[in-house]
T-cell receptor
């Protein structure tokens, strides 16, 4: 049974529109992460959270917001989607800290037109 | 600026051969190096990891060799199987509250 799930699995959005990507984990982990994956860049950290109602900026936070309403749920919000945000987005969770093993969801493929 | 570099970008080997995937880094404070395996359509999953106090870590057919002086490490996959065909990411962390830095990945194809 998948411990980190993401929805939707794929989405087509229009430039300037609002996009919300959702992540749910049943690992009972404190840490959750949002990454984007682009060809040639590997995985880059957008936002992360180590406790509900608090989020931290990652390496590429510009153009993205995050929300952690509960330990299990972590959302990534694109208020004004742009073409450059076309990518695959992965959510992950880890138990104790940033260096702990991260468990990834299946990803969301986002296409901004 | 990529702090973690991987080579080659793609690699094709025959079944039974040893695949060698390379990784190098710039930041001398990095002390933990996990390798993640990603199959198409799935998220990455931890395969094997090593800490900088060790120079070798083995887990079945997968072995990491680590050279701290040269800031290089490599993942060796012996007796490669078609099921090993995936993208492999090398990552690095400085420990504590420092985040992972991922390389761009090596796409491995094993031909039967």
């Amino acid at each position: 049974e998948a411990a980190v799930t993401q929805s939707p699995r794929s989405k087509v959005a229009v430039t300037g529109g609002k996009v919300t990507l959702s992540c749910h984990q049943t690992n009972n982990h404190d840490y959750m992460y949002w990454y984007r994956q682009d060809t040639g860049h590997g995985l880059r950290l957008i936002h992360y959270s180590y406790v509900a109602d608090s989020t931290e900026k990652g390496d590429i936070p510009d153009g993205y917001k995050a929300s952690r309403p509960s330990q299990e749920n972590f959302s990534l919000i694109l208020e004004l989607a742009s073409l450059s945000q076309t990518a695959v987005y992965f959510c992950a969770s880890s138990d104790v800290g940033l260096q702990d093993t991260q468990y990834f969801g299946p990803g969301t493929r986002l296409l901004v037109l | 600026q990529q702090q973690v570099r991987q080579s080659p970008q793609s690699l094709t080997v025959w079944e039974g051969e040893t695949a060698i995937l390379n990784c190098s880094y710039e930041d001398s404070t990095f002390n933990y190096f996990p390798w993640y395996q990603q199959f198409p359509g799935e998220g990455p999953a931890l395969l094997i990891s090593i800490r900088s106090v060790s120079d070798k870590k083995e887990d079945g057919r997968f072995t990491i060799f680590f050279n701290k002086r040269e800031k290089k490490l490599s993942l060796h996959i012996t007796d490669s199987q078609p099921g090993d065909s995936a993208t492999y990411f090398c990552a690095a962390s400085a420990g504590g509250n420092y985040k992972y830095v991922f390389g761009a990945g090596t796409r491995l194809k094993v031909i039967a």
